[in-house]
């Protein structure tokens, strides 16, 4: 048995920690009440040095960026199948938000978007001729089902480009030559053609 200095209760030594004068429940007790002073003196100290902390953090923030990303790299190749799978779910499950916000950044980076395609475009001009001709080659019969399939839209909707042939054809003029006042007076006719050769409806003859 031994007497507790605090509650100065006699109690069995297995009730004490190792070298220690109070009890296990005072010791508890008084653990207690000092971390509930801490937390309070730590939100007292943030408090008179809310500016400085936010600046310190800010700092730290900007001076491990650099780390960060190297390890970000580091890991994204480590992990590379798994991040494009998790991307691609993502992407599926969130279409309108994704495109949206790829909708938004193009409006913001625009510029920023050209220049870095530009450049890469000049940078790389072998390497894409080779890589577009490879796949013209592979893509044939692809390529030629779409180019089909283009042409009829564009000459079921009447697209600028449709008009545009039909009024360079058997004339000097180019593309850049008709004004858009042109084409549209030409859609119009081609309508108004239509319509005319449109077979009448036989359940209202
Ligand atoms: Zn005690």
């Not at 605090?6 to 653990?31: D, I, L, N, S």
């Not at 730590?42 to 491990?64: A, G």
């Not at 940078?123 to 577009?132: A, F, G, L, M």
């Not at 019969?141 to 360079?168: M, N, P, S, V």
């Amino acid at each position: 048995m031994k007497i507790c200095t605090k509650c100065k209760m006699e109690k069995p030594v297995t009730e004490f920690y190792k070298h220690r004068g109070t009890c296990k429940e005072c010791y508890r007790t008084q653990a207690n009440i000092n971390s509930k002073k801490n937390v309070e003196r730590r939100r007292q100290y943030y408090l008179s040095n809310k500016e400085k902390i936010l600046e310190k953090r800010k700092q730290y923030v900007m001076d491990s960026q650099e780390l960060r990303k190297e390890w970000y790299k580091k890991y994204s190749l480590i992990h590379k199948d798994e991040l494009i799978r998790k991307s691609r779910e993502y992407y599926h499950n969130h279409k309108d938000k994704c495109r949206e916000r790829a909708r938004q950044y193009r409006i913001r980076n625009g510029d920023k978007i050209n220049e870095i395609s530009r450049l890469y475009r000049s940078n790389h001009k072998n390497e894409i001729k080779k890589k577009n001709s490879l796949y013209r080659l592979t893509h044939q019969e692809q390529l030629q089902l779409l180019q089909q399939k283009l042409h009829k839209k564009y000459i079921r909707e009447l697209g600028d480009c449709y008009i545009k042939q039909i009024l360079t054809q058997k004339s000097i003029l180019s593309y850049a030559d008709i004004p858009k006042e042109l084409i549209e007076l030409k859609r119009l006719q081609i309508k108004i053609k239509r319509l005319l050769n449109e077979k009448p409806d036989k359940n209202t003859c």
